[in-house]
Each structure stands twice: as structure tokens, then as C-alpha cells.
């Protein structure tokens, strides 16, 4: 059974960085697809990043691009999310999500995924 597991949350103030990890077990995921996702309290959920584990492509939404970097470790079967340039609109619990397969065109839609961490939280002060 595949399992995703984030780390990396906390709090730092607006401009920071921080650094999540989304490991994966039960499989090595070597064809697989991460995304990120992000929901802050009283909005939906909605897609931050893609990350295709065999090199293929890598998506990121308007709001984080340039300041976020997803990038993956295949020998330690992770996916790290760096995020630069907080800003407090980047609070929200964030969660990876996984699928077979390369990012889709369409990697911004929840329901395409299999598989589903816990969460972190990131909070950033103003």
C-alpha cells in the first residue's frame, strides 16, 4: 500500500522560506506524479505543484511561481517542495497527493489522485 507522509511545516514570518517533504513508501514511485495541494481555512483546495518522478513534466500554479520549487530524490523515494518568499497568503495546510504516471495537463484537479498524505501546516506571519 502506497503511503504519502509530509513534513517540513511550521511557522516563519513573511519573506522566509520553508521546505516540504512528502515521502513515499510502499513503493518506489519511480513513475509516479506528486502534486501539491494547499487549503486555507474558509477556501477550497487547490493545486500549487506537480512533480513527474521520472523526469517528465513539472507545473506549478501562477501564485507560486518563481518563489516555489518542487523537486524529487528518487534514491530516498521524496519530494520536497522548497518555498521561498513567504508571503501570508501562502498559509494553508498543505498536502502532497500521488498517481501513477507522468503530471497531467489537468494536475490541479484533486480528484485525479490516488493517494494522500496528512498535511502540513504552514503558517507565515505578517
Known amino acids: 500500500e502506497v503511503q504519502l507522509v509530509e513534513s517540513g511545516g511550521g511557522l516563519v514570518q513573511a519573506g522566509g522560506s520553508l521546505r516540504l517533504s512528502c515521502a513515499v513508501s510502499?513503493?518506489?514511485?519511480?513513475?509516479?506524479?506528486i502534486a501539491w495541494f494547499r487549503q486555507a481555512p474558509g477556501k477550497e483546495r487547490e493545486g500549487v505543484s506537480c512533480?513527474?518522478?521520472?523526469?517528465?513534466?513539472?507545473y506549478y500554479a501562477d501564485s507560486v511561481k518563481g518563489r516555489f520549487t518542487a523537486s524529487n530524490d528518487n534514491a530516498k523515494n521524496t519530494v520536497y517542495l522548497r518555498m521561498n518568499s513567504l508571503k501570508p497568503e501562502d498559509t494553508a495546510v498543505y498536502y502532497c497527493a500521488g498517481e501513477w504516471g507522468p503530471c497531467r495537463d489537468d494536475w490541479y484537479d484533486d480528484y485525479e489522485y490516488e493517494y494522500w498524505g496528512q498535511g502540513a501546516r504552514v503558517t507565515i506571519s505578517s
Open positions: 512533480i513527474s518522478t521520472d523526469d517528465g513534466p513539472t
Open positions: 510502499g513503493s518506489t514511485f519511480a513513475d509516479g506524479a
